[in-house]
């Protein structure tokens, strides 16, 4: 069985175009102010308001029944009340499936073993540092923009069609 890590924000919630929207109105752009604002949002609510990309959940239910992934689920996280929020809605919405919190401004890859595993994000720089550490880099894109890696704009790629089906054989 292969691991497959998601990223959360942007692949699994649609939890980035609200607050970025707030962020320009306020004209909030320093890294430390918006890691402030990201510290003080009602993560639960959040959560609840911005819902899921493309009926995420239903997705990786598929995905953990087609058997081919060991699924977690890796997100970063500016605070503990970010974290308990998406832990406690991944518990009822996907029981079962690990949620893994990286602080911010540490790298997924050094959080967990990245070698070998394949990460499905919307982030290159992620993307990026996932691969030179051995890693299989897919881009989310729900525009289907291309990039060097990868690109689905499903979930459900990932079984059919997708090169990696290819690699875990």
Not at 34 to 46: C, M, P, T
Request: proline share 2%; glycine share 8%; aromatic share 8%.
């Amino acid at each position: 069985m292969q691991k497959l890590y998601l990223d959360c924000d942007g692949v699994i919630l649609d939890t980035i175009v609200g607050p970025y929207k707030i962020l320009a109105e306020m004209g909030i752009s320093e890294e430390e102010d918006v890691r402030a604002f990201y510290r003080q949002i009602d993560w639960k609510s959040l959560i609840i308001q911005s819902g899921e990309i493309d009926n995420a959940c239903q997705k990786i239910e598929a995905l953990r029944e087609c058997g081919l992934f060991d699924i977690s689920i890796l997100s970063h996280v500016n605070s503990d009340n970010e974290a308990s929020a998406k832990k406690e809605y991944f518990a009822y919405k996907l029981p079962g499936i690990e949620v893994i919190t990286v602080p911010k401004g540490i790298e997924k890859a050094d959080f967990v073993k990245a070698n070998g595993a394949i990460l499905v994000d919307d982030y290159l720089p992620n993307l990026e540092y996932w691969s030179e550490k051995g890693g299989i880099s897919i881009k989310f894109s729900d525009s289907g923009k291309v990039c060097k890696f990868e690109t689905i704009t499903s979930l459900l790629e990932l079984i059919n069609g997708c090169k990696v089906k290819e690699r875990v054989r």
